[in-house]
C-alpha cells in the first residue's frame, strides 16, 4: 500500500484556513524549518522503524507538538495535520474534544511520548468506511 504524505505546502495551507475560520491573528510559519523535519517524522518511522500509518501519525503529532514550529495555534495544527494525513491513507480518527486536548496537553507536558501518542490513535481510530 503507498502511503500519502503531507507536503509543506499542503501544511501551512491547512494551519492558515483552520486559523482564519477561527479568526486568529497569530496564523503562519514560526519557522519552516521545524514544519519540514516534523512532517519528514513519519516517512523516517515508515524507513528506520518499519513503523504503520498509526505510529508515522504519532511521529508527525510528536514533532509537530514539540517543536512550536508555528505563531499560533500548534497544538490545534498538530491535531489537524494528523487527522489530514490520516484521513488521506483511508483511516478515521474517532474522538471528542475533551480527549483531543487530553493528547495534546500530555504531549506538551511531557507526560506521553510517541509510544502513548501511538496507543491513544490505536484506540481513536479506523479504517474508513467500517463502523
Same mark, same amino acid.
Given at each position: $500500500?503507498?502511503?500519502?504524505?503531507?507536503?509543506?505546502?499542503?501544511?501551512?495551507?491547512?494551519?492558515? $484556513? $483552520? $486559523?482564519?475560520?477561527?479568526?486568529?491573528?497569530?496564523?503562519?510559519?514560526?519557522?519552516?524549518?521545524? =514544519?519540514?523535519?516534523?512532517?519528514?517524522?513519519?516517512?523516517?518511522?515508515? @524507513?528506520?522503524?518499519?513503523?504503520?500509518? =498509526?505510529?508515522?501519525?504519532?511521529?508527525?503529532?510528536?514533532?509537530?507538538?514539540?517543536?512550536?514550529?508555528?505563531?499560533?495555534?500548534?497544538?490545534? @495544527?498538530?491535531?489537524?495535520?494528523?487527522?489530514?494525513?490520516?484521513?488521506?491513507?483511508?483511516?478515521?480518527?474517532? @474522538?471528542?474534544?475533551?480527549?483531543?486536548?487530553?493528547?495534546?496537553?500530555?504531549?506538551?507536558?511531557?507526560?506521553?511520548?510517541?509510544?502513548?501518542?501511538?496507543?491513544?490513535?490505536?484506540?481513536?481510530?479506523?479504517?474508513?468506511?467500517?463502523?
Amino acid at each position: $500500500m503507498e502511503v500519502n504524505y503531507l507536503n509543506y505546502a499542503e501544511a501551512v495551507l491547512l494551519h492558515l $484556513m $483552520m $486559523m482564519r475560520r477561527e479568526s486568529e491573528d497569530r496564523a503562519g510559519a514560526f519557522d519552516p524549518n521545524l =514544519i519540514k523535519s516534523a512532517l519528514a517524522r513519519p516517512q523516517h518511522a515508515a @524507513t528506520y522503524e518499519n513503523a504503520d500509518l =498509526i505510529r508515522q501519525a504519532a511521529t508527525l503529532c510528536f514533532g509537530l507538538i514539540k517543536s512550536h514550529p508555528w505563531v499560533g495555534g500548534n497544538k490545534r @495544527t498538530a491535531t489537524l495535520l494528523v487527522e489530514r494525513f490520516l484521513f488521506i491513507n483511508q483511516i478515521e480518527v474517532i @474522538t471528542t474534544k475533551p480527549e483531543t486536548i487530553e493528547l495534546v496537553l500530555a504531549v506538551e507536558s511531557n507526560q506521553w511520548d510517541v509510544d502513548q501518542i501511538t496507543e491513544w490513535y490505536r484506540q481513536h481510530t479506523r479504517i474508513k468506511g467500517r463502523n
